[in-house]
C-alpha cells in the first residue's frame, strides 16, 4: 500500500523500503529528520519546511507557461507574483524571496501588513499587484512603494477606490502607480472555494463599472495608468471548463477596453486558483488537468482572442499561491495511543463464575481459526450487544461489561489478522474492517494545522512515515488532542485509511500530513490553546546533505497566555498565593510552586 503517493506526491517523496524518504539529496527518511529534531529536546508534532520544493513549484510554473508562449508563437510575456495571504511565515517568506530573484516572481498583498512584507521582500524589479478592499492610508502605502522604485498595480475593486487614487495622485502630484480593474465575470468558479468568482461574487466591478472607471480615467488624464485587468474565479479550480470560460470573458473585456482607447493597457491577471492534488485515491480525484493543459489553455485562448479582435497579446500574470507552497510543507504528528490498546488479555477479569454469554465469548476468542473467523465475529458482536442489553436491565455488573468489550475487541484483533491475510478481498471481511476501526490519537490540533479540513472538509495526503513494508491492516479514525468531537478525520469507507496494528509500548508510530504548506498555517486556531507545532526547514548543501534551520519549538504556557493579553506575573501571583493558602510545610509550598512554574515554562502538546 503506497497510500497513493504517486497520485499526489509529485515524486517529491518515496517509499524507501519501510520510510518514506525525500526524493533529494541523500535522501534521508522523514524519520530520521524527526529523530534528530527530537534529540534536540523537541517533542510533539513537527512542521518541517522544505524550501527546495518551493523552487521546483516555481520554476514548474515559469517553465510550462514560457513553453506555451514558444510554443503558440505567443507575443506577450509570463509573469507571476506570489499572494502572501496563502503563507506569510517568515520562514516561508524569506527562502521564497531568495528564489524569487532569479525569475522576477513578484508578491501580491491583499492588506496593509502584507503590503509592508511585499515591500520589504520584493526584488525592486519584480511586480507587486495589490488586492482586497483598500482604505486611502493603503493606497498611500503603494505610492510609496512606487517612489521606492517598485513597479506596483493598484487593482480596484470598486470605483470609490479609483475616486481615492485620484485624489491621492492630486496630493502626490502625479499617479505612481498603475491601475488594474478587478472584472466580475458572469463566470463562476467550481469547487469549495468557488465563491470568488461569477456575477454575485463580493470582488470585482461589473461591465457598466467598468466604462464608468475608464470614463473617470479618460475625464482625469489617467487613462495610459490603466495597466491590468484581472480576475480570479477561486482557489483550487477543480475543473478546467470554468476556467476557459473566464478568459473568454476577460479576453474580450480585455479587447474591448483597448478598442475603447486603453491604449497602454497591457496584461491580463488571472488570480489564483492553479490546482493541486490532494487526492490520494485513483477514483476521486481533485482536479481534472494538468499544469501544462492550463499553461496551454491560457496562451492559446488569449491568443486566440487578441488575434481574432485585432488587439496586442496581453502579458500573462499569474498569482498562483496553492500550487507554488502546499508541498513546501508537511506535518509530522506522533501517535500516542491507539484506542483498543487496552483490549489486551490482562485486561480481562473472569470470575469463577462469569454470566453464559462471556464465557462462550471467551470460547469463540480461544477457538478463532482461519475457518470459522466471520461466523464468529458476528457471534461475538450479537454477544456484545446482548451483554449491554443486560447491563442496563441489572444482570450483569461493570466487571461483566468490562470483560465483554475486552473480548470483542480481542476477537476483533484476531479477525483482523486473519482477513488481512486474505487482502480484504472478501466485501464481507470489507465491511468488517469498516465496523471495527480502530483510534488512533494523534498529538496535534486539527483545528491549528489543519483548519480547511475542520472548516470545508479538504482532505490532505496522510500516511505513516515508518511500517511501510507492512500490510496496514487496521481501518483508522484520526483523533486529535482537543476536547472537541470536529478534532477528528473519521474512517470514510469510500475513501478509507488503512493504518498499522502497532504497540506503542514497543514502538513508535508517526502520521504526515502532506501538501499543508498553503493557508493552513495562518488560518490555524487556537482552539484549547493548542498554537504552532515545533518547525523546522530541511536544507541540503551541494553535496545532497540536509541540514536542519530555523529550529523553533512550540510556545510555552507562558507565551501562549502573554499572546492572550493576560498579564502573567498577576496569573503567576495568584498561583503563587493559591499555594502559600495550603497547609503544606514551607519545603513542599516551594516544590509545589517550583513545579507549578516549570510546567508554565513547558509547552502545550503532550509528552511521551
Ligand atoms: C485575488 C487572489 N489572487 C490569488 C489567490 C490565490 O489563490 P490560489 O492559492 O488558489 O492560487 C487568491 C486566493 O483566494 C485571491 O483571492
Not at 503603494?142 to 480596484?156: E, H, L, P, S
Not at 461574487?201 to 482625469?220: C, M, P, R, V
Not at 497591457?266 to 488537468?289: C, F, H, P
Request: with cysteine.
Amino acid at each position: 500500500m503506497n497510500y497513493g503517493i504517486d497520485i499526489w506526491g509529485l515524486n517529491n517523496f518515496f517509499i524507501d523500503n519501510d520510510k518514506v524518504a525525500i526524493n533529494y539529496g541523500n535522501e534521508p527518511s522523514l524519520f530520521e529528520i524527526v529523530k534528530d529534531i527530537e534529540k534536540e529536546g523537541y517533542e510533539g508534532p513537527i512542521l518541517l519546511r522544505f524550501p527546495h520544493l518551493i523552487r521546483k513549484q516555481i520554476n514548474t510554473l515559469y517553465s510550462n507557461f514560457n513553453r506555451a508562449i514558444k510554443e503558440f508563437n505567443y507575443e506577450g510575456e509570463f509573469k507571476a507574483v506570489f499572494p502572501l495571504k496563502v503563507n506569510q511565515f517568515p520562514t516561508f517568506v524569506e527562502p521564497l524571496s531568495k528564489i524569487a530573484k532569479k525569475y522576477n516572481y513578484g508578491l501580491e498583498a491583499g492588506s496593509k501588513a502584507e503590503l509592508i512584507l511585499a515591500m520589504s521582500y520584493n526584488h525592486l524589479s519584480a511586480p507587486i499587484t495589490i488586492n482586497g478592499f483598500k482604505d486611502k492610508d493603503m493606497i498611500r502605502l503603494c505610492f510609496i512603494a512606487a517612489k521606492m522604485g517598485y513597479d506596483i498595480t493598484v487593482t480596484i475593486e470598486g470605483l470609490n477606490e479609483l475616486d481615492s487614487i485620484i485624489e491621492i495622485s492630486k496630493e502626490f502630484g502625479e499617479c505612481l502607480v498603475n491601475v488594474g480593474i478587478r472584472i466580475r465575470l458572469h463566470t463562476g468558479g467550481s469547487g469549495i472555494w468557488a465563491k470568488s468568482g461569477g456575477i454575485e461574487s463580493k470582488f470585482g466591478l461589473s461591465a457598466t463599472e467598468i466604462i464608468e472607471a475608464l470614463e473617470k480615467l479618460k475625464k482625469e488624464n489617467l487613462i495610459e495608468k490603466l495597466r491590468m485587468i484581472h480576475f480570479h474565479i477561486g482557489s483550487q479550480i477543480n475543473d478546467i471548463a470554468p476556467l476557459k470560460k473566464a478568459l473568454r470573458e476577460a479576453g474580450n473585456i480585455y479587447a474591448d477596453l483597448i478598442n475603447l482607447g486603453a491604449k497602454n493597457l497591457r496584461a491580463i491577471n488571472l488570480g489564483g486558483g492553479l490546482g493541486v492534488e490532494y487526492s490520494q485515491n485513483e477514483e476521486i480525484r481533485d482536479k481534472n488537468y494538468s499544469i501544462n493543459e492550463f499553461a496551454n489553455d491560457v496562451v492559446f485562448l488569449l491568443k486566440e482572442i487578441s488575434t481574432k479582435k485585432q488587439v496586442r497579446m496581453p502579458n500573462i500574470f499569474t498569482e498562483s499561491g496553492r500550487f507554488i507552497a502546499a508541498s513546501s510543507a508537511v506535518l509530522i504528528t506522533p501517535i500516542i495511543e491507539l484506542f483498543s490498546s487496552e483490549y489486551t488479555k490482562k485486561a480481562l477479569r473472569l470470575k469463577d463464575k462469569n454470566p453464559p454469554l462471556i464465557d462462550e465469548m471467551n470460547a469463540l476468542y480461544e477457538s478463532l481459526n482461519s475457518n470459522n473467523y466471520i461466523e464468529y465475529f458476528h457471534d461475538a458482536l450479537d454477544h456484545l450487544e446482548s451483554l449491554l442489553t443486560l447491563f442496563d436491565l441489572g444482570y450483569i455488573d461493570l466487571i461483566d461489561r468490562s470483560n465483554a468489550e475486552v473480548l470483542v475487541n480481542l476477537i476483533i484483533k484476531k479477525v483482523i489478522i486473519f482477513a488481512s491475510q486474505k487482502g480484504f478481498k472478501h466485501t464481507e471481511l470489507k465491511k468488517i474492517n469498516e465496523r471495527t476501526q480502530e483510534k488512533y490519537l494523534a498529538n496535534f490540533s486539527i483545528f491549528q494545522s489543519l483548519p480547511d479540513f475542520w472548516g470545508l472538509g479538504q482532505r490532505f495526503p496522510v500516511m505513516p512515515i515508518t511500517h511501510l513494508n507492512k500490510a496496514p491492516a487496521r481501518s483508522a479514525t484520526i483523533w486529535d488532542i482537543t476536547c472537541d468531537s470536529d478534532g477528528e478525520i473519521e474512517f470514510n469507507k469510500n475513501n478509507p485509511l488503512y493504518l498499522h496494528d502497532v504497540d506503542l509500548n514497543k514502538e513508535e508510530y508517526y502520521l504526515g500530513f502532506f501538501l499543508i504548506g498553503a493557508y493552513q498555517e495562518i488560518l490555524g486556531m487556537r482552539h484549547n490553546l493548542f498554537t504552532y507545532p515545533n518547525e523546522a526547514t530541511i536544507e541540503f548543501d551541494e553535496d545532497g546533505n540536509y541540514k536542519i534551520t530555523n529550529l523553533f519549538g512550540t510556545q510555552t504556557l507562558n507565551d501562549i497566555l502573554i499572546d492572550l493579553d493576560y498579564d502573567i506575573d498577576e496569573i503567576h501571583r495568584k498561583l503563587k498565593t493559591l499555594i502559600e493558602n495550603t497547609n503544606f510545610n514551607e519545603e513542599e509550598k516551594k516544590e509545589l510552586l517550583g513545579q507549578t512554574l516549570l510546567y508554565l515554562n513547558d509547552t502545550v502538546y503532550l509528552k511521551k
